[in-house]
């Protein structure tokens, strides 16, 4: 077996007498002396031979890497200065085209622009100017939209795989108000992308007229607070007309639930009211928080008993919420229930909470304050807060 020394020398010996007979037979007459004394240097040491060659390969790939990044700087501005100059000119022939008497064609000009990136231009601009028009001006412009088939160009956008795209594509056919859209849309309901999910939710909520809401049927993914609120937010803008969001309290995603109630609570649905005693036991002690918290503002006086039954079972967060609830609607049981949970030395929040609820009795209330104190009332510095009637 030949040793690992003897290895190296004969790799050695064969690849700068390669690189020898390489230099002879094609370096010009200017370059060879310069590789031949490179070769004499990997004839004295390999090591040495193959750093000096690493260190060319990284300089030439230096500078492959530095005129890539001059080249894609200048094509940059390049495109920069031809797309502002091409929103110009879509603005004047959009301009014509909508002042144009009824019945004018589509300029031959806007036809012609075939290539995606003046697509996309076109597109852009006409997204932007729909935001500000209103009426049969938004209605022409639609007209234009579709009759140079960017409602297909944007279509197309929703199969690409990157997912800025997808959002690219629903946005601008959310935007133009394309109904037919919203089959292909409706796909991306549960995507793992948390943008893409977001925006098809609000697209959804413009493009489906008859049940704007429906994504809520087959949403199994986490609802997030911000997706609740970008929802409710675009629902609001274009004036959409609330469905009773009873229908998704019994759905299996505790994050529609949650988002149901708060629309229950903030269109004041009282024909949700019977379903809430069915929450109290939900899974998810948010839901039940917030169940209780809309018995109290929608004043189901009914619902006391069940309150006062399930309070010893919960967390203290959300034994707070039913004393509030409970405070809201008061009945005869209220002022014994409060003293009972005053006298087993509950803590700061719930005392402070229970002592609201007696003082939102009256006089009786007070009273059982001071009996339970012991006289102590008025030197209690929480009472005192109560009573304080600037706060």
Not at 17 to 32: L, Q
Not at 249 to 266: D, E, G, H, Q
Not at 305 to 328: F, G, H, V
Request: with cysteine; glycine share 4%.
């Amino acid at each position: 077996m030949i040793p690992e020394w003897r290895q190296l020398g004969i790799l050695q010996s064969s690849v700068t007498g390669w690189f020898d007979k390489t230099i002879r037979a094609n370096a010009s007459a200017k370059i060879a002396p310069y590789f031949l004394f490179i070769n004499r240097l990997g004839e004295k040491s390999i090591f040495l031979f193959i750093l000096i060659i690493l260190v060319q390969y990284l300089s030439v790939l230096f500078l492959i890497v530095f005129f890539y990044l001059i080249v894609s700087k200048f094509r940059g501005n390049y495109l920069d200065r031809k797309r502002q100059r091409l929103e110009k000119v879509y603005h004047t022939s959009i301009a014509e085209y909508l002042f144009q008497e009824e019945g004018g064609g589509i300029q031959g000009f806007l036809i012609q622009q075939r290539s995606r990136f003046r697509k996309n231009i076109l597109v852009k601009v006409i997204s932007k100017l729909n935001e500000d028009l209103e009426g049969e001006t938004a209605i022409k412009l639609r007209k234009l939209y579709t009759g140079l088939n960017l409602d297909r160009f944007s279509l197309k956008k929703l199969h690409r795989r990157p997912w800025n795209i997808k959002i690219a594509g629903i946005r601008e056919l959310a935007s133009m108000d394309i109904g037919e859209a919203a089959n292909e849309i409706r796909r991306y309901i549960n995507h793992p992308n948390d943008d893409l999910r977001s925006e098809t939710q609000i697209a959804l909520v413009r493009l489906e007229k008859e049940d704007p809401f429906r994504f809520l049927d087959t949403l199994e993914t986490y609802f997030t607070d911000w997706e609740q609120l970008t929802v409710y937010y675009q629902a609001e803008r274009v004036n959409i007309e609330m469905p009773s969001f009873r229908r998704w309290l019994t759905s299996s995603n505790p994050a529609v639930v949650r988002f149901s109630l708060m629309m229950i609570f903030i269109n004041r649905q009282l024909d949700a009211a019977p379903e809430l005693p069915g929450l109290y036991r939900h899974r998810d002690p948010e839901v039940r928080r917030l169940a209780y918290k809309i018995t109290g503002e929608l004043l189901q006086v009914d619902q006391a008993s069940a309150l006062r039954q399930i309070y010893p079972k919960e967390t203290e967060k959300n034994k707070l919420e039913i004393l509030r609830a409970l405070k809201n609607i008061p009945d005869d049981s209220l002022l014994e229930f409060c003293k009972q949970i005053f006298l087993k030395h509950p803590p700061y929040a719930l005392r402070l909470e229970v002592s609201r609820a007696l003082m939102g009795l009256g006089e009786p209330g007070i009273r059982e304050l001071k009996d339970i104190t012991d006289g102590q009332f008025l030197k209690d510095p929480i009472y005192r807060h109560l009573l304080d009637k600037r706060i």
